[in-house]
């Protein structure tokens, strides 16, 4: 099992839907998580953090569920700005002198008029 | 407010040549990496540096080498570039074990 998965897609949504994507991690003493945008052909950036209270930037909610070991992205209102690919990034228990950062693959919006 | 810079932006380069690229970060960030991102594989890991003086391998190190030459810069070398090399190479930075990374707008690097 990876440590990190993602459906790759692609979700295919119309302008003004709201698209919802998980991301799943296999080690549950995991301590921080991100989400990532990527645009073809450029560096990744990121989105936001998920706080295990959940959070919200403007139409985009992460949420984090510890005891299924996912996170979940939540974009409302879907713009055609909004197609990118969206990473995953979940940080490994610490322990010393390591410095363990995983990636998933992404998965793939596109946004549709 | 550059944040991460890499240097070049494209490359190509014949089989056997070297290279350096280069990595520079102005947010006194501890920690800096280089990934390569190919098609369907997402971004791999080919070295890392924990702090000014430290490096350690990642998840694909063969056929490179890195410098930690001072906290702001972190540079990835080729010394016999390979074909299997073409790829598009990020570096990154961040403060802490527990924070986000910071990109730089990658290395189109290709290999003939």
């Known amino acids: 099992r990876k440590e990190v998965e993602q459906d790759p897609g692609p979700f295919n949504v119309p302008e003004g839907a709201t698209v919802a994507f998980n991301c799943t991690y296999s080690?549950?003493?995991?301590?921080?998580f991100f989400w990532y945008r990527q645009d073809c052909r450029k560096e990744p950036k990121l989105l936001m953090s998920?706080?295990?209270s959940g959070n919200e930037d403007g139409r985009f909610t992460a949420q984090l569920n510890r005891a299924s070991q996912y996170i979940s992205l939540l974009i409302r209102d879907s713009k055609l700005s909004d197609s990118a690919t969206y990473l995953c990034v979940v940080i490994g228990a610490r322990s010393y002198n390591t410095d363990k950062l995983i990636f998933g693959t992404g998965t793939r919006l596109q946004v549709f008029p | 407010n550059a944040g991460v810079t890499q240097t070049p932006k494209f490359q190509v380069l014949k089989t056997g040549q070297s290279m350096t690229l280069q990595c520079a970060q102005d947010?006194?960030?501890?920690?800096m990496y280089w990934y390569r991102q190919d098609p369907g594989m997402g971004l791999r890991l080919i070295y890392y540096?924990?702090?000014?003086?430290?490096?350690d391998k990642g998840e694909v190190p063969n056929g490179y080498n890195v410098s930690r030459l001072n906290k702001r810069e972190f540079s990835l070398r080729l010394e016999s570039a390979a074909p299997s090399q073409t790829s598009v190479y990020f570096c990154a930075s961040r403060q802490d074990l527990v924070q986000p990374q910071h990109f730089g707008d990658g290395t189109r690097l290709s290999i003939l």
């Open positions: 947010m006194n960030h501890n920690s």
């Open positions: 540096s924990a702090s000014e003086g430290t490096t």
């Open positions: 998920v706080y295990s």
């Open positions: 080690n549950s003493a995991s301590q921080s």
